[in-house]
């Protein structure tokens, strides 16, 4: 009786200590975690931006412009219109180019295609872009997010 | 050794027992048959890691990190520093070199049966230095801060993102940030030269350590030779002097190449530039971006780069394992599936890596 009462009077201590170390690593290393986890920077949410003049930018070319802190693609179709997406390809985030030998929108990182509406046509991308509205004011051309 | 030499030495030797420590090293010896060439790869792992610090020392005494000082700083060291030129172009090539010298050297470990008991913990510590030469290479492409590192880094760490729950999260921390900036340089750039050297070290010694413990691995063909029948050959002077000599090449041909073919810095990362066609990552990941390029956008409900990253995690723990699931078979030695494994993985890497480099 007297050594069992004396081995579970010294379980429970090593359960205490026990515990106690666990509470310690913890108290450690939940520091760190939130230490090496970096603030969320509060963006300024872009809805529009001025790219530049009609005349800045030839039928059958596409530019890459600012849009907040992410990259933007216009194209100017050989007709003239313009069209918007955003530039950052949906499969591991690459920056997409205008290809005028192509007639589509490509990456150069994994060969993934986007037809002139976005639209993911082969390679590995699962989503097509997203697209931009471009509002023509006067000979201004302003890129604005829908919603 | 003259008097002063003498009195040097028993001063050590009274100190710290160094008697004991020569005379194990002087009995050292070396299996001698003809698979023994494979022995030097491990050694020159070594000699080209040894150069990577010295030569990445260097380079820290005029690298500056930052999104506006990376770039600036290496075409400083380049075009500016004397010599600036040749110490970053070895430490370039070196570092491909020393992948290439780990990925031979684990090979023939594997094909020669060396991991078996006694040395499981031997494999499995050179297997942890592997993904961390591999970590190395990573970490430190970005440095320079130009284009190819910028998309390479932001595809490679893009794959984290694809983790179920925690990729979100972990991303941010990997990047520091949502993006590849400079806070992901700052964090790549602590990584290179403060955390990896330190846990590298420390792996690579009980590597060592383990080997001093337990001697080269004998080839499993000699278990039925009578004890007469097996070569050795000394450790101290025959196999040393070999190896240094093979450190002499080595540093020979990447002075040559350093010299000839200098590692080009190319253009300042642009984070509003689209991506440069023919984008590729290093060589030594080729086999993995081919399987990911290949994977269809969804497999089974899970994400494509998800599929790739849990199939590559799955297939690199069953390999450190392999010395514990590895059996001996009832005749003895061979474990022919054992060799087909290998070769398989090897051909597969090796096609991979080929297909990489002709398709687009």
Not at chain 1, 31 to 57: H, L, Q
Not at chain 2, 59 to 85: M, T
Not at chain 2, 287 to 304: C, H, N, R, S, W
Request: with cysteine; glycine share 8%; net charge positive.
């Amino acid at each position: 009786m007297n050594s069992d009462f004396k081995r579970s009077r010294r379980d429970f201590l090593s359960y205490i200590l026990g515990f106690g170390f666990l509470g310690w690593l913890v108290s450690v290393l939940y520091p760190i975690f939130r230490y090496i986890n970096p603030p969320k920077m509060p963006e300024a949410k872009v809805k529009s931006v001025k790219v530049g003049k009609i005349d800045d930018f030839k039928p059958g070319t596409g530019t890459i412009f600012k849009f907040g802190s992410k990259p933007g693609l216009l194209i100017r179709l050989e007709t003239g219109e313009f069209r918007a997406f955003s530039a950052v390809c949906t499969h591991l985030d690459c920056t997409v180019q205008y290809r005028s030998d192509m007639k589509a929108i490509w990456c150069a990182c994994h060969n993934g295609k986007y037809d002139l509406n976005g639209r993911n046509i082969s390679g590995p991308p699962p989503r097509p872009l997203e697209a931009f509205r471009v509002v023509i004011k006067g000979d201004e051309i302003y890129i604005t997010k829908e919603g | 050794m003259g008097v002063l030499g003498e009195k040097f030495f028993n001063w050590f030797d009274e100190r710290y027992k160094i008697r004991s420590f020569i005379e194990f090293m002087s009995h050292k010896t070396v299996p001698w048959h003809r698979h023994s060439i494979w022995y030097y790869f491990g050694g020159v792992s070594l000699f080209l890691f040894i150069i990577q610090v010295v030569t990445g020392i260097l380079l820290l005494l005029y690298y500056r990190v930052g999104e506006d000082s990376s770039y600036e700083s290496v075409q400083f060291i380049v075009s500016k520093v004397k010599f600036g030129w040749l110490i970053r172009s070895i430490h370039s090539w070196s570092a491909n070199l020393m992948i290439l010298a780990v990925f031979i050297h684990m090979f023939s470990v594997y094909f020669t049966k060396a991991y078996r008991k006694p040395r499981e913990l031997t494999w499995v510590t050179g297997f942890l230095l592997l993904i961390f030469s591999l970590t190395f290479g990573f970490s430190g492409y970005l440095l320079p801060w130009n284009e190819l590192a910028f998309f390479a880094t932001k595809v490679g760490t893009e794959i984290i993102g694809s983790i179920p729950v925690i990729g979100k999260e972990l991303l941010r921390i990997v990047r520091g940030g949502e993006d590849v900036t400079g806070a992901t340089l700052a964090r790549f750039f602590g990584l290179h030269v403060a955390i990896l050297p330190g846990i590298f070290t420390v792996i690579l010694f009980l590597h060592l350590l383990f080997i001093q413990i337990q001697g080269m691995s004998e080839p499993p063909e000699w278990e039925k030779l009578p004890p007469e029948k097996r070569k050795y050959i000394p450790f101290f002077p025959n196999f040393l002097l070999r190896d240094l000599l093979l450190w002499l090449i080595i540093l020979n041909i990447l002075a040559i190449l350093a010299v000839f073919f200098p590692w080009e810095l190319g253009k300042k990362a642009d984070p509003f530039a689209p991506a440069p066609a023919g984008i590729k990552p290093e060589w030594y990941f080729l086999f993995m971006y081919q399987t990911l390029k290949l994977l269809p956008a969804k497999v089974l409900f899970i994400e494509g780069e998800f599929f790739g990253l849990l199939i590559f995690t799955v297939a690199g723990i069953l390999w450190m394992l392999v010395p514990f699931w590895d059996v001996k078979t009832d005749k003895g030695y061979r474990n022919r599936l054992i060799n087909y494994i290998g070769l398989f993985v090897l051909i597969y890497m090796l096609t991979m890596t080929i297909l990489g480099y002709v398709l687009d």
